[in-house]
């Protein structure tokens, strides 16, 4: 198992940027795939990117490609979520997940260890 705990939310205005971190701790972190999930109020929780864990290869939903960037730094035990060009859509919290030895699943259902959220708020 591997703890997960995320920063880097919070309120900012349509175009604007933010950056979240997730720091995992317990296990070897350069196993895992990592994925970053979203879950706006009514409404189930959905995949936006994820990176492999053996070539960093990565996976965005549409929603957000050419918006926003997933990266790792395994020396940091991190994986960081670039977000522009922000939309009030994008209006959530946040979840990073990780999947030892995966690849880099769509499927919230494919990971196994999960962090406690961090709320994005953008304002129109």
């Known amino acids: 198992q591997v703890q997960l705990v995320e920063s880097g939310g919070g309120l900012v205005q349509a175009g604007g940027s933010l950056r979240l971190s997730c720091v995992a701790s317990?296990?070897?972190?350069?196993?895992?795939?990592m994925g970053w999930f979203r879950q706006a109020p009514g409404k189930e929780r959905e995949f936006v990117a994820a990176?492999?864990?053996?070539?960093?290869?990565?996976y965005y939903a549409d929603s957000v490609k050419g918006r926003f960037t997933i990266s790792r730094d395994n020396a940091k035990n991190t994986v960081y979520l670039q977000m522009n060009s922000l939309k009030p859509e994008d209006t959530a919290v946040y979840y990073c997940?990780?999947?030892?030895?995966?690849?880099?699943?769509?499927?919230?259902?494919?990971?196994?260890?999960w962090g406690q959220g961090t709320q994005v708020t953008v304002s129109s």
């Open positions: 997940a990780a999947d030892l030895w995966g690849a880099a699943s769509s499927l919230s259902q494919e990971y196994e260890d």
């Open positions: 317990g296990r070897t972190f350069s196993n895992y795939a």
């Open positions: 990176i492999r864990w053996s070539t960093s290869t990565t």
